[in-house]
């Protein structure tokens, strides 16, 4: 539990005024409380040894109302501070969680899946703000007025009497302690199983027109079910120990009130205690009910929360492994230069690179062509950085891109990705989506450039129709080419186009290459492909096979050489005329 506060150390510093008001508060509110039962205890023997008066009473009866008025607006008080920090850290953590996963690249995302994920920002969030709030306050409220009261007790009836009344009280918290432990790891394991419960669902509904087609409905429900199931187990086991609890603390508590009244009632006939002392003793010990009882729930919540925080905090301290430091600004327009680059991917025994040398001239097109896995793909992506980096050196005009400022080189770059990636909301939104202050002009011509002019014109809503989520509503070739008018729109000296025309048809094809080569000719581009005619007019090309370049030239010079490029485009230009 130590372990937990230590955690949360810093926030509660953070928020040390917040705090330090509702402690302030509460102790105050507890000490209020302790009036009415010492007002009790008062008029009793008042009445006892016949002292009582009018007026007595009434002052009693006046102080009696108002420390409850009192008490009750410093509890508004502390509460409203106590709940408002609970909001400010989920707020905060939430925060965290996002710039977290914004910054955090491939292999990140590799470790926790996107349910996963989601569980954490969810689920375990909700159970870190029921401990912020909820739990610390009964932490804070039940160790304040039990340590208030206890000092009562002791001071104004008998130490004696109250010491022997808390006799049984260290057994407890060693048997609490011994089933708090229990619910930590339990109600892990159960958020654990809830998280990939979540990533089912997700990957399900993603892929519902594959799972229906392949008629799965019934076997992935069974599935799901095996699933549901051991959630709900892991939930009984810890619902299991939960209950456990309270009949322990009702048993220690029972044992309490029996030495309190049997001492008590020895005392009193020794003359060690009044009656009234006596009956304000009973009071405050059922006042002890509360604080222990509740400590039961405390336990549970601060376990609960503490299994969650360290759910959350293994996602915050997870790195990519990408050393986000570089100083160095990004020469925009400098040659490209590959040396003895090699890379496997993590936990990948295969080497996808092979000691690549390359290097593309500034303002010249380079054309990456080869067999499917052949490296095409990884060879760009260690220029992005999008994984840690292999051997050897990559620099963009004489830089080296691992001294680059962190999240300069995706930004600097046009990158159309293989797996093009849209987002629900408009055409016109993920077009801009780079270049925010993008001008209705500037947007249509890279519409136009996209060979999307035609298609436009077609949409109910033109620039203003909605695509649904991950552009739904669209079709294969429509998606791509958005994606190419958005990196076309950011004009970035350097564009990366991996295999993004593989869903248009020969002509639309031609007509982007022709535009691309107009709109390009004073900048740097990369295209990967599989339909050789769409590099047939770079600078450069080359031929990649099994990590390594195996051809490299212009596409004359690929012809003559008669390898893997000129097989390969002979039996292309012979499909097309077919
Ligand atoms: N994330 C990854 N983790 C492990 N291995 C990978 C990963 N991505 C690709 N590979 C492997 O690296 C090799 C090269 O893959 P790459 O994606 O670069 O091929 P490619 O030339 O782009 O193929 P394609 O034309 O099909 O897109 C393949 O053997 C592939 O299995
Ligand atoms: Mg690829």
């Known amino acids: 539990m130590f372990l937990l506060f230590k955690k949360l150390t810093p926030f509660f510093l953070e928020h040390k005024k917040r705090y330090g008001w509702a402690i302030f508060a509460m102790l105050i509110g507890n000490g209020l409380v302790l009036i009415p039962p010492f007002i009790v205890g008062q008029v009793i023997d008042g009445i006892y040894l016949d002292k009582l008066t009018d007026s007595l009473l009434m002052k009693q009866v006046l102080l009696f109302v108002f420390s409850i008025v009192v008490s009750y607006g410093i509890e508004i008080f502390w509460g409203y501070q106590l709940f408002g920090g609970k909001n400010v850290l989920t707020r ?24 996963d994920l989601m569980a954490r920002a969810t689920n375990d969030l909700d159970a870190i703000s029921e401990m912020a709030g909820y739990g610390i306050m009964i932490a804070m409220d039940s160790t304040a007025f039990f340590g208030v009261i206890l000092l009562t007790m002791f001071l104004t009836v008998s130490w004696k009497l ?30 654990d199983a809830f998280a990939e419960i979540n990533d089912e669902v997700l990957e ?38 939960n209950s456990a609890f309270q009949p322990l603390i009702k048993i220690t508590l029972g044992i309490s009130y029996v030495l ?17 002392q006596l009956v304000a003793f009973q009071v405050y010990l059922s006042m002890l009910v509360w604080p222990i009882q509740s400590i039961g729930e405390l336990i549970n919540l601060l376990q609960q929360g503490n299994a969650s925080m360290d759910r959350v905090m293994e996602v915050l301290n997870t790195d990519d492994q990408m050393g986000h430091t570089g100083e160095k600004d990004i020469l925009e327009n400098g040659t490209i230069t590959f040396k003895e680059v090699t890379f496997s991917y993590p936990d990948s025994k ?26 095409k793909t990884t060879l760009v992506r260690q220029l992005l950085k999008e994984y840690p980096r292999g051997k050897g050196l990559i620099s963009i005009g004489g830089v080296p891109i691992d001294a680059v400022k962190p999240d300069q080189l995706s930004s600097k770059f046009g990158y159309v990705p293989q797996e093009h990636i849209l987002f629900s909301g408009t055409i016109r939104d993920n077009i801009s989506f780079g270049r925010k202050d993008a001008s209705e002009k500037e947007i249509n011509e890279a519409l136009h450039l996209a060979n999307f002019d035609r298609d436009i014109n077609k949409m109910p809503n033109g620039l203003d129709t909605q695509i649904g989520e991950k552009g739904i509503s669209l079709s294969g070739g429509q998606k791509q080419r958005i994606a190419i008018a958005r990196a076309l729109i950011k004009n970035s000296a350097i564009l990366i186009l991996d295999d993004s025309l593989s869903a248009v048809d020969a002509e639309t094809e031609k007509n982007i290459i022709t535009n691309l080569k107009k709109y390009r000719n004073n900048k740097t581009t990369l295209i990967i492909t599989h339909r050789l005619s769409s590099v047939y007019h770079a600078k450069q090309i080359i031929v ?35």
Request: proline letters at 2%.
């Open 92 to 115: 905060q953590l939430r925060k965290q969680l996002m710039n977290h996963f914004l910054k955090m690249r491939s292999i990140f995302y590799r470790k926790f899946r996107t349910g």
């Open 162 to 191: 109250t010491l022997a009344c808390i006799l049984p009280l260290p057994i407890l918290g060693y048997l609490l302690k011994v089933l708090g432990d229990k619910v930590h790891i339990r109600y892990k394991e159960s958020q």
């Open 204 to 241: 399900s509904v993603e892929g519902i027109r594959v799972i229906r087609a392949y008629g799965r409905q019934e076997a992935m429900s069974a599935q799901f079910d095996e699933k549901t199931t051991n959630v709900l187990q892991k939930n009984i086991s810890v619902a299991k120990i």
């Open 260 to 276: 309190a009244f049997g001492l008590g009632a020895i005392m009193v006939s020794k003359n060690e205690i009044t009656i009234g």
């Open 350 to 375: 295969q080497l996808s690179l092979k000691k690549i040398n390359l290097e593309i001239p500034k303002n010249t097109t380079l054309g990456i062509v080869g067999k499917t896995g052949s490296g």
């Open 544 to 578: 990649m096979d099994n990590g390594a370049i195996i051809e490299r030239g212009t596409h004359t010079e690929l012809m003559d050489k008669k390898g893997w490029y000129e097989k390969q485009f002979i039996r292309q230009q012979l499909k097309e005329e077919e």
